[in-house]
């Protein structure tokens, strides 16, 4: 398990505490439940305003538990920040009641455990943004070489050409199962079909860390890339009868993966009436 996958995890149970402070004795001796029931009972506005906020944080980190496999960084960060700034508006509004006598309020161990859960949660959730700084570069990288795929491709299809896709059998292989790296079956190029692309892949794929795989043109190699640079398309003159293959491999002992479906695009001229 990597350590972003921890530090995201650890980021939402902290949240644990939140909830589970929310039902010890918050201020006062008063539990959180106490707190609303009273309010609503028989607080006045401001003060039933106070409680319904710390009811509606207490919500919040449920769905935030709930959704504890969500990989969204952004909303990782946002969360505990969310649920401060509700707490906070708790505050001033029943300051807005009682003024002077907030000073005379006590924090009891809910209070604690409650400010421990969004600190916990906040830290893990910057750990974990940093962490995954180089995967974050890693999708913008290949955000850029599929929009300048689709660009070449378009270009292609403007000067007349069709578009074929070569399907080969999903391959999924790891730097610790070095044995089932190796060669797609060869595709022989028919006729008319002049040019080829590099590795393309399905929509259903995944690749992580230092995955190679190279273009082989009569088993001699014409295109290798590794890691985001996959996704940069680049295209080769073929012709009727040469044999077009994949090659793919991973580094021994380090961390990588890659499987799913890779494809190869062939180009055909149109033909004209």
Known sequence: MRNCR?????????????IIGFFQPVACGFSGPEIVQYSLEEGPLPIIVSSVLLLLSFFISIIMILRIRKKSEKELIA????????LLLSYFSAHIEIGDFMEYVSYDRGAKMIASGIILSLVFAIMHYASTGK?????????????SSEALISS?????YEIETHSYEPIKASAISLEDHGETETYIIKEGIERVSSIHFSSEYEVRGPVSASLLINDRCVSKATGAELHQLKIFKVK???????????????????S??????????????
Do not use: C, H, M, N
């Open 135 to 147: 995967e974050r570069s890693e999708r913008l990288y290949k955000s850029i070489l599929d929009e």
């Open 156 to 160: 292609y299809e403007r000067a007349g």
């Open 6 to 18: 921890i530090f995201r995890i650890l980021s939402r149970l902290s949240i644990l505490l939140v």
């Open 240 to 258: 009727e009868g040469d044999r077009v293959a994949l090659q793919f491999g991973t580094q021994e002992g380090l961390d990588a993966l890659f």
């Open 260 to 273: 799913g479906s890779p494809e190869i695009l062939l180009f055909r001229k149109k033909q004209t009436q």
């Open 79 to 86: 969360s505990p920040i969310i649920i401060s700034a509700i």
